[in-house]
Antibody, heavy 121, light 105 residues
Framework: EVQLVETGGGLIQPGGSLRLSCAVSGFTVSSNYMSWVRQAPGKGLEWVSVIYSGGNTYYAASVKGRFTISRDNSKNTLNLQMNSLRAEDTAVYYC???????????????WGQGTLVTVSS | SYELTQPPSVSVSPGQTASITCSGDKLGNKYASWYQQKPGQSPLLVIYENNKRPSGIPERFSGSNSGNTATLTISGTQAMDEADYYCQTWAGTVVFGGGTRLTVL
């Protein structure tokens, strides 16, 4: 059975750091494109970052330079290191498998249940 | 930057057909995907590459994409289909629409 379980969310002060993890079962993280997508309270979905199977990483402009995506192949886990956190980073963070079968087409699934990050003093 | 526009809300009576639109510049030249999100749950892919259904998604869900508009159509809408729906495409980066709340009443 395919399952993605995010952990690491919580309350953090502005300027602080937090590390999210996504434990995956049912498929191999390193053989897939894996992404983080966030959703601010009551708002829509926002793509955050992706790591390709080859190791290339990409970020949304809003988090570039502050967030780092990585994976732990031995644990089949996806990670997101978040530094210099801001109030506007407050959101539920989902990990998801990203499928890119050809240039110009991409979709997400399955998704984890999400972990809430609250940035507030 | 590229934007996708969805109506904030759509209402439909049970058993009727619901249509949710997603507009973007020359969107018909791109691929669109659709996600369903019920309260307190994570998103679920219901349509990819404009009109393909993942395994397990009921046949009443269908999609189309032409011109500047992609459309998610739910035929014979059921109460269980009440949810937020998001469109998504690729425009040099991943872009999501703002979401549409479907109410079945």
């Amino acid at each position: 059975e395919v399952q993605l379980v995010e952990t690491g969310g919580g309350l953090i002060q502005p300027g602080g750091s937090l590390r999210l993890s996504c434990a995956v079962s049912g498929f191999t993280v390193s053989s897939n494109y894996m992404s983080w997508v966030r959703q601010a309270p009551g708002k829509g979905l926002e793509w955050v970052s992706v790591i390709y199977s080859g190791g290339n990483t990409y970020y949304a402009a809003s988090v570039k330079g502050r967030f780092t995506i990585s994976r732990d192949n031995s644990k089949n886990t996806l990670n997101l290191q978040m530094n210099s956190l801001r109030a506007e980073d407050t959101a539920v963070y989902y990990c998801a498998r990203e499928t890119i079968p050809a240039a110009g087409t991409v979709w997400f699934g399955p998704w984890g249940q999400g972990t809430l990050v609250t940035v507030s003093s | 930057s590229y934007e996708l526009t969805q109506p904030p809300s759509v209402s439909v009576s049970p058993g009727q057909t619901a249509s949710i639109t997603c507009s973007g510049d020359k969107l018909g030249n791109k691929y669109a995907s659709w996600y369903q999100q019920k309260p307190g749950q994570s998103p679920l892919l219901v349509i990819y590459e404009n009109n393909k259904r993942p395994s397990g998604i009921p046949e009443r869900f269908s999609g189309s994409n032409s011109g500047n508009t992609a459309t998610l159509t739910i035929s014979g809408t059921q109460a269980m289909d009440e949810a937020d729906y998001y469109c998504q495409t690729w425009a040099g980066t991943v872009v999501f629409g703002g979401g549409t709340r479907l109410t079945v009443l």
